[in-house]
């Protein structure tokens, strides 16, 4: 056993008893404040969010008044922000330079001209600013990986506690559906859902979540299982506390830090799959910028500009390396054994 | 008598871990003879496994053995010298990692671990983990080594062992697997067992007969033991002379029988009141009051006087000696308290403890006085 | 004995997830909006033509009707025809199934050789450099998008160095005439090779990392076992341990994780084989779905499920190999 505590025959026998239970949430958090890296994910993450933000104000802006004429002649984008500190993005379209390289750099339509500061990372096939898209987007994925999580997790854990507290044949046709869930590949069937409802980001989300309710499902139910057979719950049942009350109560309060792990490290794979769909066209729909969008229309500039295709891959795996960071660091406080 | 079989003197281990150093065995002393069994006692966290894993070597990261010297039929398993900065550093005469291997576990010193339920390969078979420790430590060919092993499975007690010799860990019961387990250490033929409390995890008709097959096979094999357990009951049964640990440290040492009858320590003492015992007839146990301190910061002076029923300030300041307290013509009997030292014990106050508590009061001076 | 009917009830119990992949497909691209018959008609065609196709693919009974007799012709091994294609799905995935095999089993491969003596190297050398080396090359390849490495190996090693061709795959077994450049079947072996590196490494690199991180960890938990440490205190050296004591118990996770793994290595076919441009199942699903192709798309569900499903058998029946306990107990 790889144990901070380290006796080696015998777990009890050198660890020093701690005076608080080394269990729940607030020893948890106090671990992970221990953990360097798990606190370099939290800052990735803190930073990613603040810059989310930004674009979900201009994106709640942009999607509630962009349709009405009236904003729209005001000048009411999904830059707002972005123009009034820095740079719109969206260049004048007579005169947009397209594909320019980034600060320092030339390329073959540029050959003589280097990149400026006035667009640090260039310009992509429509003369817009890549570092505000990039900025922007960071509000879709962001948002993508945590709603389809949530929407999972909510699912989830719903099916996996009712599979696991009424076991019998609930129990078997919960799970048989959702293995036949997971069975189907998750992108294959959020294209399919998408396709049968529409092509919205909304539906990729929701399609996401619930392609992903499978892990959830499972990880809670046998959560259930062990938590059931405690003799708290046998009591509360025979004291007639209604099953309802017992799972919220007990069930789930018991499961809570296997499933935040869980819930972390799964916003990092959402983020991935919601950025393949937007890749293969299924998800944020232009003009709104995404990751996966910018890297799929960077597919036909590759050769004069390989920088445009650079950046969001590192944009992806900077937040998703971000999420891991934490998944993990709040994993090894949880479980001690494969602490480092 | 000869030269002890297994001498162990001021072994010191520590765990380095974030909370601070944890001085899990803190400079213990004892010794074992030719064919003697030698029991190992105390609370759970009182160091006993720890001492056993450091004689063989296998103490884990981050607890380091840190000073002392082991010596085993003249060879130093451990052996730490204080170097000319006055930093205590390995010997040249302690043997190599690889001497060690090589030499020493499986072939000289056996062990047995608590839980038979885990110290088996799940995915082996039980004959074929036999035969590979036998092949290892007894330079023997695979055909022989097998036929020993069914031998061994037999001598432990396992019916049809030519065909349980295919089975697997998990088709036998928690009480076969310590057979399988004991067959393995003695198959090896070491001249010395550890068995860390490996009655532990039975249940207690198994304990009784593994015991029985354990003194049993002892006697023929002539084997020395040393028997780490918290149950005096298990001591009693089967253990020659007992050490009792209490926080890193050995506080009481005697032949058996003198350690039951004319206990010195007042921890041992209170472990014996808190068990049944068949020579004296108590109205109610009397467990021992409070929990073991931390050993990463025990307490100052005797470590027990935070739960001595008879401490007094002075067991507070003085860190008791570890001296000879038996009477002329008797055998040794090694105990370290205040009590039995010339250092103002009997002057000094009563001391408000765990044990006295509320109305402990009277029952010190009750004792006090007796001394 | 406890093996054989193990698999069999093991084959038995994937019966249901078989028939619950055709019922989620049927229904959801019933729910498909538009119509196939305008896809392949053109905006109006005459009622007559409309009538008439939706006659000759069933399209005109209703839908509880065309759900159980699409099941009756899949158990006949019938999954209809194409409408985009115009030929039997089953040809079209006869034609497509090989090359997907092809890139799934070769990046599966690719992930276990290298995953699991990283995994091991970095378990036994807990916290030294080789550790963290391994540790941050497993944390960056869970977290990168598989089509971003597949597009950048593109751009370094066929547009920058040239070496390698960024479209297309051949398959091994491919007959030199059929294939540009190579003339016998050693130079389509080499060129197929070719073809492979850069697909392999972007579907796999995902898997690659996860394998290590759970080798790795199992392989700690292994290591800390009491039977290793029994062998340990029996004189066992350590190289022998991690060979033999600990690493058949160190591979029962990573061989559970395989199976899992192949329903999102399914998910990245798709993409790398978008990013590379290879006509196998992915493209072909991703065509099926935007020519609104009803009997490609389920056809096309259908056997990724089958291989989800038998892939997860095979790593089941691996794992009960491995582990006694499994297949003698006959649960789980």
Redesign the interface.
């Known amino acids: 056993?790889?144990?901070?505590?380290?006796?080696?025959?015998?777990a009890?026998?050198?660890?020093?008893?701690q005076p608080e239970a080394r269990v729940g949430l607030r020893y948890t958090l106090s671990q992970v404040k221990?953990d360097p890296t798990a606190l370099v994910g939290l800052g990735i993450i803190v930073f990613m969010t603040l810059v989310a933000l930004v674009g979900f104000v201009d994106g709640v802006l942009f999607d509630f008044l962009g349709d009405f004429d009236t904003f729209a002649n005001m000048g009411v984008h999904q830059y707002v922000l972005a123009e009034t500190f820095w740079v719109n993005p969206v260049n004048d379209p007579g005169n947009a330079q397209i594909l320019r390289p980034p600060v320092y750099l030339t390329n073959q339509l540029y050959p003589n001209e280097a990149g400026t500061w006035a667009h640090p990372l260039g310009t992509d096939h429509r003369g817009r600013d890549i570092l505000v898209r990039l900025f922007y987007g960071t509000r879709i994925a962001i948002t993508v990986g945590i709603v389809s999580t949530g929407i999972a997790l909510i699912l989830g854990t719903l099916v996996g506690a009712v599979a696991g507290y009424y076991g019998g044949w609930i129990d078997d046709a919960l799970m048989?559906?959702s293995?036949?869930?997971?069975?189907?590949?998750?992108?294959?069937?959020v294209?399919?859902?998408m396709?049968?409802?529409g092509q919205k980001l909304t539906y990729a989300m929701i399609g996401v979540g619930i392609a992903t309710i499978p892990t959830f499902a499972r990880l809670i139910r046998s959560r259930v299982l062990s938590v059931r057979e405690e003799d708290f719950i046998e009591a509360a049942r025979a004291a007639g506390v209604r099953d309802r009350d017992i799972i919220l109560r007990h069930v789930v309060p018991n499961s809570f830090a296997p499933v935040l792990v869980q819930a972390t490290l799964q916003i990092?794979v959402n983020i991935?799959?919601i950025?393949?769909l937007s890749?293969?066209g299924y998800g944020a729909q232009p003009p709104t910028p995404s990751w996966?969008q910018m890297?799929s229309n960077?597919?036909q500039y590759?050769?004069p500009n390989?920088w445009f295709?650079?950046w969001?891959?590192i944009a992806?795996?900077i937040t998703?390396?971000g999420f891991?960071?934490i998944g993990?660091g709040l994993r090894d406080a949880l479980d001690p054994?494969?602490n480092? | 008598m000869s030269e002890p079989i297994l001498k162990v003197e001021n072994l010191k281990t520590q765990f380095f871990t974030e909370e601070g150093t944890v001085r899990a065995v803190d400079g213990i002393s004892f010794e074992v003879n030719e064919g003697e069994l030698v029991g190992l006692v105390g609370e759970s966290g009182a160091g006993k496994s720890v001492a056993t894993s450091s004689i063989m070597r296998l103490v884990e990261d981050p607890g380091e053995i840190v000073g002392g010297t082991v010596t085993y039929k003249g060879k130093k398993l451990i052996d730490f010298e204080e170097g000319p900065d006055g930093e205590l550093r390995r010997s040249s005469e302690m043997l190599s990692n690889e001497q060690m291997r090589k030499q020493i576990r499986g072939k000289e010193i056996a062990i047995i671990f608590q839980d038979p339920m885990e110290a088996l390969n799940p995915v082996f078979k039980v004959g074929a983990q036999l035969r590979e420790f036998i092949e290892i430590n007894r330079d023997v060919s695979g055909k022989e080594a097998k036929r020993i092993a069914v031998d061994m499975l037999r001598e432990v007690g396992i019916p049809e062992p030519e065909k349980r010799y295919d089975s697997y860990p998990h088709q036998f019961s928690g009480g076969m697997r310590q057979r399988v387990i004991i067959a393995m250490a003695l198959a090896c033929e070491p001249d010395l067992i550890i068995a860390d409390e490996p009655t532990t995890a039975l249940d207690v008709t198994v304990e009784g007969q593994i015991l029985d097959l354990v003194d049993e096979l002892q006697q023929k094999y002539d084997t020395s033991f040393v028997w780490v357990t918290h149950d005096l009951g298990v001591v009693a049964e089967i253990c020659d002379r007992v050490n009792v640990m209490y926080l890193g440290e050995i506080i009481e040492q005697a032949d058996v029988d003198d350690l039951f009858h004319k206990t010195r320590h007042p921890y041992t003492e209170a472990l014996l009141d808190s068990i049944p015992r068949p020579d004296q007839s108590v109205d109610e146990l009397n467990p021992i009051k409070g929990v073991m301190p931390e050993a990463i910061n025990p307490p100052s002076g005797c470590r027990f006087h935070t739960r001595c029923p008879d401490a007094r300030t002075v067991c507070r300041e003085v860190h008791p000696a570890y001296q000879d307290v038996s009477d002329p013509g008797e055998a040794r009997h090694m105990v370290s308290c205040v009590k039995y030292e010339n250092v103002g014990y009997d002057d000094a106050e009563p001391l408000e403890t765990e044990a006295t508590g509320a109305f402990g009061g009277g029952l010190v001076e009750a004792r006090g006085d007796g001394q | 004995m406890g093996r054989l009917r193990y698999t069999i009830s093991r084959l038995l119990q994937a019966v249901p997830v078989i028939v619950g992949v055709i019922t989620i497909t049927f229904f959801l691209t019933d729910a498909i909006p538009g119509d196939p018959v305008q896809i392949m008609l053109g905006p109006s065609p005459s009622a007559q033509q409309a009538a008439a196709i939706r006659a000759k693919f069933g399209l005109d009974r209703p839908l509880y009707v065309r759900y159980f007799s699409y099941l009756a012709s899949v158990v006949q091994l019938d999954l209809g025809t194409s409408i985009y294609y115009q030929v039997p799905v089953t040809q079209k995935i006869m034609e497509r199934l090989p090359v997907t095999m092809y890139l799934l089993l070769a990046s599966f491969t690719f992930a276990l050789v290298t995953a699991v003596p990283l995994g091991i190297v970095s378990a036994q050398r807990r916290n030294e450099p080789t550790d963290h080396i391994s540790r941050v090359v497993a944390l960056f390849g869970v977290s990168t998008p598989s089509f971003w490495i597949g597009l950048m190996l593109i751009i370094i090693f066929s547009f920058w160095l040239g070496w390698l061709p960024s479209t297309n795959i051949v398959l091994p077994w491919t007959g030199p005439a059929n294939v540009g450049g190579a003339s016998n079947q050693l130079e389509v072996i080499i060129k197929s090779l070719q073809h492979l590196i850069m697909p392999m490494i972007t579907l796999g690199t995902l898997q690659m990392a996860a394998f290590t991180r759970i080798e790795r960890s199992s392989m700690l938990e292994v290591l800390g076992e009491e039977y290793v440490k029994l062998a340990r205190a029996y004189g066992v050296s350590e190289s022998k341990i991690v060979r033999k004591h600990a690493f058949r118990n160190a591979q029962l996770p990573l061989i559970t994780l395989v199976g899992l793994q192949l329903t999102s290595a399914l998910g990245g076919a798709v993409l790398t084989e978008t990013v590379f441009s290879i006509n196998g199942m992915g493209r072909l699903i991703i065509t099926a779905v935007q020519n609104q192709d009803y009997q490609l798309i389920m056809g096309t569900t259908l056997v990724f499920g089958l291989v989800f499903v038998i892939g997860v058998i095979i790593t089941d029946l691996s794992y009960a190999y491995v582990d006694p306990r499994v297949s003698f107990d006959g649960s789980e």
């Open positions: 056993m790889a144990t901070t505590t380290g006796s080696s025959l015998d009890d026998e050198s660890g020093p008893e221990r048989r559906g293995e036949t869930l997971y069975a189907i590949p998750f992108l294959i069937l294209i399919a859902f396709t049968a409802f990092g991935l799959i950025a393949g890749f293969l996966g890297l960077s597919r590759m050769l390989a295709s650079i969001p891959g992806i795996l998703v390396v891991n960071l993990d054994r494969i480092n």
